[in-house]
């Protein structure tokens, strides 16, 4: 195998369009073990990105000593992303929780699963019997847990306590993409397929450096570069990642400026005449007024506005309006930017008025970053209704009560559901009182880290964590409960194209560590939660038996699993929803005929307005009439809500690594992952950096309004006035002694788009300087294909192998 290290997408297989993607397996084992000197092999899937990627799980001695991919499964036909590949040695790391941990005295120490889960069925009972009651509890769980736990949480929360707080880290994430999918079409849910990219001819990356985040993606991305009939490429991002070093135009713009972008390009698509206006009249709803709304940004106008040159825009205009299979990506780029939600429409809005949806090679993703992000939404775990319902909608609500057997104004629905950057806030104002964290690090992942820090070290909070390392979070809580994690338990998660895999146990967890669901269910048990004919709530004993209560409550939604069986998902690929009598195979598209679940007795929405994020009535949604059409929506750029000053002069935008996930907490702990990309950093664009004074290496300081950190500089290929700095780092990665701030969110703003409520963590103004000489110590970071600064009046060029040689640790 090749160094998956030096090469991340490993090498070329390439293929034409219609052809079938080559099959390639990626394998790493332990050592100098051969797959003879495997015990078994364990199926399952990576649940350290979204992309989905099959594998095998080998066990040796009764450890996990490797992974090999799948050949057989449609996302990845065997090939595994680095972080598959080395990530699962975290699993066997000497410092895994493996005892309960409760706080005595202002420390942590040992104790046993009675004394901790009685500490917080106490502290529940308590809540709950005195003023307040269900207002009290606030939920921040994971993109990384199983369905099966996400289920059992959401009944807990909505049936159980009745307590509409409950949110998690795919707010940080994948917000954006379930509100764009609602907004536009009705309901969740990716309409295209991954294959959609071997026969589309044009591929615009929206903010997604896809080379990083879903790396088996864009080597099947590349493949089709290198193959016979390739398709055009745009890229759409303020720094020269893999993907915009790859693109034929690539569209440095000015953070913050998306919507502008996206308005000009429909306003060029639609005055030269590359819509389907028959699909358009057919399908659609409001292109007068998108027409109305677009037409004030000529891209003169743009080119002002996001500082890219016309001659740019007319070629990416070109290449989206001429392709006759476009597919579009959207990512953090756009997510977690100015006007996230209206930005990530604009897209929808594009492929709707081509009539670019629904078949091959017209594919669109509204990109998920977590491994089971998927799964938070459908289950309700983010806050949302279980099954895609729609909160406003009474007999969606009575489903739920009928399903659960409790009186309907028990479930949450008196307004929208809670959303984490508020949970947390009410937290600080003292409403919650305790806050359960599963599986995620908001010590390092949440903006503004000095304040998420005086809120969970607060004496009135009651902090549980649940993990499978004591983070930065799990030390500031009241009891730690240490986690079983992948490999270690049965489940199923869902990946960005709708594709189900199941991930089977493989080995013991060690020590005392449980399986998440096994902790819900125990909490469950312990608050002897009822129904309203005073039987148990939750009757479930395992997981399989979870998931077929899920298949109960998903059925007749757009996310059917009814068709879906544990059987069904051993030996084989993964299955696409719906997947029901209708859909025996799973659904590979779609709105494949033109209908979308806008209904209103459907729907998962009665939408919000755009601009400001005010609700849709039922009465005001009815008198749009859908008809089963999908919505465009015209909406205007404003400005972020922080923009550069004197005493801040420069932008900062956050993204990842290739080597890293989340906030490391098991790739930092992979000896290869964590030596490829071990610290922070910071990269600057060359003519910024020798304005002042830096030089590779470097120490420098960044501050913001909120907080300052300590990086080593980088001189990269990011656009003049930005600054770029990866948000993986916490203080325990070099040292847990050494509490030098290095997480890029010490930087970053409370503030959120108004309809998806995801934070925005692309547009902070900053002020850098210089600390110390780097003294010949480079940056902790591999090089990027030279320091060369981003010109943008360079023409765009493919970048073909020797660029894809090059890259390494680019965000998106």
């Not at 807990?156 to 795919?170: E, Q, V």
């Not at 059987?567 to 299955?575: A, E, N």
Request: hydrophobic residues 40%; aromatic residues 8%.
């Amino acid at each position: 195998m090749v160094d998956r290290i030096a090469e991340p997408w490993g090498p070329r297989t390439p293929y034409g369009p219609g052809e079938a993607w080559p099959v390639r397996v990626d394998t790493f084992l332990d050592g100098e073990l051969t797959e003879a000197d495997v015990d078994s092999w364990w199926q399952s899937a990576s649940v350290l990105h979204a992309n989905g990627d099959a594998m095998d799980i080998a066990v040796k001695d009764g450890r996990i000593a490797g992974v090999r991919g799948r050949a057989v499964d449609r996302i990845n036909h065997g090939r595994l992303d680095p972080k598959d590949l080395y990530g699962w040695q975290a699993d066997n790391s000497t410092d895994r929780l493996t005892r309960p941990l409760v706080r005595e005295g202002g420390r942590l120490v040992e104790s046993d699963w009675d004394t901790a889960m009685g500490r917080i069925v106490e502290r529940s009972r308590q809540l709950l019997d005195g003023p307040g009651g269900w207002g009290h509890f606030g939920f921040h769980t994971s993109g990384q847990l199983f369905l099966e736990e996400y289920y059992t949480l959401a009944v807990i929360g909505k049936a159980g306590l009745g307590t509409p707080h409950m949110d998690g880290n795919t707010r940080l994430c994948t917000a954006t993409a379930a509100a764009a999918l609602k907004a536009s079409f009705g309901a969740d849910g990716q309409p295209g397929s991954y294959t959609d990219v071997d026969s589309c001819d044009a591929i615009a990356l929206w903010g997604h450096n896809v080379a990083e985040t879903q790396t088996v993606l864009w080597s099947r991305m590349l493949d089709r570069r290198r193959g016979p009939n390739p398709p055009a490429m745009l890229a759409v991002d303020p720094r020269a990642t893999p993907v915009a070093r790859e693109a034929d135009v690539h569209l440095a713009v000015r953070a913050g400026t998306n919507v502008a972008l996206v308005n000009g390009l429909l306003r060029e698509i639609i005055q030269r005449g590359w819509y389907d206006r028959a699909y358009v009249d057919a399908h659609t709803i409001g292109f007068d007024e998108l027409c109305t709304t677009v037409d004030r940004y000529p891209l003169d106008t743009v080119a002002r506005i996001c500082d890219v040159p016309v001659a740019r825009l007319e070629r990416a205009a070109e290449l989206l309006g001429a392709s006759q299979r476009l597919l579009s990506t959207v990512l953090q780029g756009f997510y977690q930017s100015n006007q996230a939600t209206a930005a990530a429409c604009g897209v929808n809005n594009l492929h709707l008025i081509r009539g670019m949806i629904g078949r091959p090679g017209a594919g669109l993703y509204q990109m998920n970053g977590q491994p089971t992000a998927q799964n938070t939404r459908e289950t309700g775990a983010d806050g949302d209704l279980p099954g895609l319902r729609n909160w406003n909608n009474e007999e969606h609500i009575e489903q739920l009560a009928q399903l659960w057997n409790v009186e309907p104004g028990r479930i949450p629905h008196w307004a929208p559901p809670t959303h984490a950057m508020q949970i947390f806030r009410y937290a600080e104002q003292g409403s919650v009182k305790l806050l359960w964290i599963s599986a995620t690090n908001p010590a390092v992942s949440l903006p503004e880290l000095a304040r998420i820090r005086r809120i969970l070290a607060a004496p009135e909070l009651f902090v549980v964590v649940q993990d499978l390392f004591l983070t930065e979070t799990a030390e500031l809580a009241d009891v730690v409960l240490p986690a079983a994690t992948w490999g270690e338990k049965l489940g199923t998660f869902t990946n960005a194209d709708r594709t189900v895999h199941l991930s089977e146990k493989a080995v013991d967890p060690p020590g005392q560590a449980r399986a998440d669901l096994d902790i819900f269910l125990d909490y469950a048990r312990r608050m002897d939660f009822r129904d309203r004919d005073g039987d148990p709530l939750i009757t479930w004993q395992g997981p399989e038996d979870v998931f077929e209560a899920w298949k109960k409550c998903s059925a007749g939604r757009p996310c059917d699993y009814t068709g879906i069986t544990y059987g069904r998902l051993r030996g084989g690929s993964g299955i696409q929803w719906p997947c029901d009598d209708a859909h025996p195979e799973g659904t590979e598209r779609l709105y494949t005929d033109g209908v979308f679940a806008t209904d209103p007795a459907y729907c998962e929405t009665y939408g919000q307005d755009l601009a400001t994020g005010a609700e849709f009535t039922e009465d005001e949604y009815r008198a749009r009439e859908p008809a089963g059409r999908a919505f465009l929506h015209a909406v205007d750029h404003q400005p972020s809500p922080e923009v550069t000053s004197d005493d801040y002069p420069l932008l900062l935008t956050t993204g990842r690594t290739v080597y890293q996930f989340h906030t490391r907490t098991k790739t930092g702990r992979t000896p290869q992952l964590d030596a490829a990309a071990p610290d922070a950093w910071v990269e600057l664009n060359a003519g910024d950096a020798a304005r002042l004074g830096l030089a590779e290496g470097d120490v420098v300081g960044i501050a913001s309004p909120r907080g300052a950190i300590q990086v080593r500089a980088r001189i990269g290929r990011v656009r003049p006035g930005v600054v770029f700095v990866p948000f993986h780092y916490g203080y325990f990665d070099v040292d847990p002694a050494d509490r030098t701030p290095r997480a890029a969110n010490e930087l970053t703003l409370t503030a959120w788009d108004p309809v998806s409520k995801q934070p925005i963590f692309k547009v902070a103004a900053v002020r850098v300087a210089k600390l110390a000489d780097g003294g010949g110590i480079p940056a902790p970071a591999p090089t990027i294909g030279g320091s060369a600064p981003l010109d943008s009046t360079v023409p765009a060029t493919t970048g073909g192998p020797a660029a894809e040689a090059t890259a390494r640790t680019e965000g998106d």
